[in-house]
């Protein structure tokens, strides 16, 4: 840089690559060209920029960048003080490397100019032309620093982008090729990303890895789906050739004569979620094929929604003659079996999951269970290190408490009977838990366990007292508890998760559990083993406290009664109830229709209706039933209003079912008020409300 008196303010440019034998020849060939002059001065940032960018001006621009030229250079422009605050803070960032330095500072100067790399602008072509560089662009400190200025917002996309497929496939548990992952994350073309998909999905159309087959089956696809699928490893798939052997051998062992490879073949070139389509047209209604392997993979896949595509293969090759629907009764038992086992599945997990601890519960207290030779903590240390051994509880516990062996035998016998009914074992020991004073100081606070580690009860047989306690290896999951949601925010439910798999992944011991968890609690109220606060604890206001408890109890799960229910409605006959209705298997015959009373002339029926909804209040006069459903504005609620209306002039009485949407039930019963108060009508007998929090009459 020269700096002359009278001349603040100019940066001059000498192109280094420029020889003095070449300074001559352009001087005599063409005296107008600028590159004669020994250098050129520049007094805007933006000009300079420009210039600087040209690959014969390069090393000459980075060299005057890194001796810091370029920022006293900006302390003479009054206005360029975020300008000039940006440079200092690129030439602070020693990870990068001066090129890439000189490209940035040259944006700063300009933004106006694209991102330029020694004369080459800084396009998805680019890096693609330039893996190694383009990959430690987007993958380094310079998408986030652009992005704090505003500048190149799509090498923030694309950073962020290679973020969330890493943690993708490691939520996944995914292998990656990192070498083909690295191409992939420069591209930006969906439709290449497509058409890469397509080749590789011919040759291997299948996963034995749930995650990738989770992907294959989506209907749209992000670019993320997409460089997920291509990056991993070609191990997680199942060549085309090895799934056709595999779909020959079950067909053979199966007795399935109609199998032929050609037609799998071609069949397996279509999507995954177009050979799925195909196979639920196949089993809709509960179809059965009178192949008993075949039926039951077809009521897993029901079940499921997962199904190999061997077996897909293989179950499609059965003509669609030879799936017949069931008759009526075996329909409705194949029906309620099917929701019975969704809901057993479900009832462990999600919003049905809801922890019940009563008053007559058969709980332990783990400080019930230690003595001077093994204390409860020692107990509570080995249980929480999950190697499975079973711990011998001592005999003395039994002496000081008579009542403790009675209890010990209730909660394994009721825990044993839950697994023969549902298939659910529900033994677990909770630890620790958390109060929390939600409400006022006249509610009681919410005390409930953080962690459920699984664990078994063993009892000899024929040997009085002779217990033993362990962790259930074959349920291994260690989970949070499910009724914590009632209690938390889902971000901080994701928080006490998160913090459950860093805890999980070392040594667990007890103080490692109350160290990780306090810092997500307000205090702690006993560090150390004891026993399980009282009814009577008191806990202040928006407080949460953290104790070291431990109980052995059985989670009993509210949805348990639906099995049940279930169960019981598969042996009963659905003709003539609403239960036939609901389930869309009465069929409507023109002699019942003709069996309908055409006297519409009602002065209760005083909504408006076209015929549709004359016919079902008509319908709705007669068992066993109707439902209605249908989107916003088809007229369901005014339908309902005439049935009503309907009802209370034919001096009857109708039973409504409507959803738990309190709109919905509010804007029924005002319109059922409006329209049957009318002058004359003395009748009101209507009566409408929810089981759970709506019963007041209307």
Known sequence: MRREEGNEGILTLYPATIKLEQLVYNALRSLPRRSATPGREY?????????????????????QLIRGEVATWLEGFPGAGRMLSAIRNLLRREELDDDTRLSVALKILNPDMPLVRADEIVTPNWLLTNPVEGYQLISGPVPDFLDQLELEPWLSHLK??????????????????????????????????????????????????????????????????????????????????????????????ESVSYFEESSATHLLQQPRREVLKQLNERIENFSRCNLQRLDEWADQYRLEKRISLPRAAVILSVPAYQWVKPPKQDYVAQL?????????????RGSLARMIIRKTS?????????????????????????????????????????????RLRTLVSHADLL?????????????????????????????????????????????????????????????????????LSPEVMERWTVTRDTVLSSTVTTSVVMDEYSVLTTSIRQPSLNRLPGADV??????????????????????????????????IPPGGTGLESMLRIHELTPQSLSNLSVDMIDPFATAESDPTQDLAVLQARNPPGLVIE?????????????????????????????????????????STKRRVRRPGNDREGCHQGSAISDRGNT
């Open 538 to 571: 008191k806990v202040s206001k928006d407080a949460m406290e953290l104790t070291a408890a431990a109980v052995l109890f059985q989670v009993t799960f509210v949805a348990q009664a639906i099995v049940e229910d279930i169960r019981q409605l598969k042996a």
């Open 43 to 63: 007094r805007k940032p933006s000009t300079y920029a420009l210039a600087a960018a040209r690959q014969e001006q390069w090393n000459e621009a980075r060299e």
């Open 160 to 253: 962020q982008r290679e973020v969330n497929v890493r943690g993708r496939a490691k939520v996944h548990d995914i292998e990656l090729n990192e070498d083909i992952l690295r191409i992939h994350l420069l591209g930006t073309s969906r439709i290449r990303f497509g058409k890469l998909w397509e080749e590789q999905r011919r040759q291997s159309p299948d996963s034995d890895h749930k995650g990738l087959v989770m992907l294959m089956e989506r209907k749209q696809m992000t670019d993320e789906d997409l460089i997920l699928l291509l990056s991993a490893c070609l191990g997680q798939f199942r060549p085309l050739k090895e799934i056709i052997e595999n779909a020959s051998e079950l067909a053979r062992r």
């Open 630 to 670: 249908g989107p916003p504005g088809t007229g369901k609620s005014q339908t309902i209003v005439n049935m009503v209306a309907d009802s209370i002039g034919r001096k009857k009485s109708i039973l409504n079912c409507l959803p738990e949407a309190s709109c919905s039930r509010r804007c029924l019963q005002t």
């Open 362 to 406: 058969p709980i332990i207290d783990l400080t019930e269970l230690g003595t001077d030779h093994m204390s409860a903590a020692g107990i509570l240390d080995q249980l929480l290190e999950r190697s499975g051994t079973a711990i011998s509880l001592p005999q003395s516990i039994f002496a000081m408490d008579p009542s403790l062996e009675k």
């Open 336 to 348: 309620l079996g099917f929701f019975e086992k969704r809901i057993a599945q479900s009832i462990s």
């Open 419 to 487: 697994r023969r009914d549902t298939g659910i074992n529900g033994l677990y020991m909770g630890f620790p838990f958390v109060l929390v004073q939600t409400r006022g100081d006249d509610v009681k606070p919410r005390v409930a366990p953080i962690l459920l580690l699984p664990i078994r009860i063993g009892i000899e047989v024929g040997q009085r007292s002779r217990f033993t306690v362990a962790f259930d290896s074959e349920r291994e999951e260690v989970r949070i508890n499910p009724a914590l949601q009632n209690i």
